[in-house]
């Protein structure tokens, strides 16, 4: 009798206590940024990760988790590399660098890509410098967690053909792929 006594009330606690628990998602975020080279020799060309991109890809994230986002993580970036018509270079020698205040740090330094015949994916985790990823990291904690940076996130791509001054044509887009953090308040039964 005591044991079916003690049996009950556990079940009726179990089913009367509601608390709220904290939980933590993790959906990710991918952004580009994307120039079209058309240049005889060296060259030095300007992008950015757009802003408003990134707000929308947030604002997607907001309505469908429905959280508070604690924090975003740069997980990996890759570059891709389109050869267009009249492109005589046969390899290339890319500086990636982010821009912040007049300064810039490199994401990526030194970086030779063989031109390929169709559009190539080079991955780079063991290419990144840690001064432009922790710069794009903290640029983009300003624009998705604290929400004090409204502006694009610059970009910069130099480069040098072999041979030199031969024809560059090509489009280059490089990739980064993140991870936020999005706290929740569940119910608990």
Request: a negative charge; one cysteine or more; hydrophobic letters at 45%.
């Amino acid at each position: 009798m005591m044991k079916k006594i003690l049996i009950i009330i556990i079940i009726t606690g179990l089913f009367t206590a509601c608390d709220d628990k904290e939980v933590r998602l993790y959906p990710t975020i991918e952004v580009s940024a994307d120039r079209v080279v058309n240049q005889q020799g060296a060259f030095d060309a300007y992008t950015v990760y757009s802003a408003q991109e990134i707000n929308n890809l947030i604002n997607d994230i907001n309505s469908e988790y429905d959280g508070e986002i604690e924090d975003v993580t740069v997980e990996k970036a890759w570059l891709v590399v389109t050869p267009l018509a009249n492109n005589t270079a046969e390899s290339v020698t890319i500086d990636v660098e982010i821009w912040s205040d007049n300064e810039s740090f490199y994401i990526l330094e030194d970086y030779e890509v063989i031109i390929p015949s169709i559009t190539k994916k080079y991955m780079l985790p063991n290419y990144l410098k840690k001064a432009g990823v922790e710069e794009l990291q903290n640029q983009l904690d300003a624009i998705i967690v604290y929400k004090t940076k409204v502006d694009d996130i610059e970009i910069s791509f130099e480069g040098e053909p072999t041979p030199a001054n031969s024809a560059i044509h090509l489009e280059l887009q490089l990739f980064v792929e993140g991870s936020v953090v999005v706290k929740q308040l569940v119910e608990m039964l």
